[in-house]
Nanobody, 112 residues
Framework: QVHLVESGGGLVQPGGSLRLSCVASGTGFDIFTMAWYRQAPGKERELVATVARDSTTYYTDSVAGRFFISRDDAKSTVYLQMNSLKPEDTAVYVC??????WGQGTQVTVSS
């Protein structure tokens, strides 16, 4: 069993930055593919980025070049650095491990 807790969300102006963190408790973090998803009101959940155990990364087109995912296996933590934020990035951001274990999410609001 893996328990995931996200933090780092908040209110930011367009063009600003935030860094989300997701800390895992339990075993096996270093073998999981970790991912960040987001869900905006009235929209389906969307995959944002993934980082595999070998640190290979994937980004959805809408965030490529602005968002950066990374992992620190020693700290059982995955990060999402979000730059040049846009109002359309507003959503609840949720991290997951191998799509088996999910956190509760953290709200990101981009607004002036």
């Amino acid at each position: 069993q893996v328990h995931l807790v996200e933090s780092g969300g908040g209110l930011v102006q367009p063009g600003g930055s935030l860094r989300l963190s997701c800390v895992a408790s339990g075993t096996g973090f270093d073998i999981f593919t970790m991912a960040w998803y987001r869900q905006a009101p009235g929209k389906e959940r969307e995959l944002v980025a993934t980082v595999a155990r070998d640190s290979t990364t994937y980004y959805t087109d809408s965030v490529a070049g602005r968002f950066f995912i990374s992992r620190d296996d020693a700290k059982s933590t995955v990060y999402l650095q979000m730059n040049s934020l846009k109002p359309e990035d507003t959503a609840v951001y949720v991290c997951c491990a191998d799509r088996l274990f999910w956190g509760q999410g953290t709200q990101v609001t981009v607004s002036s």
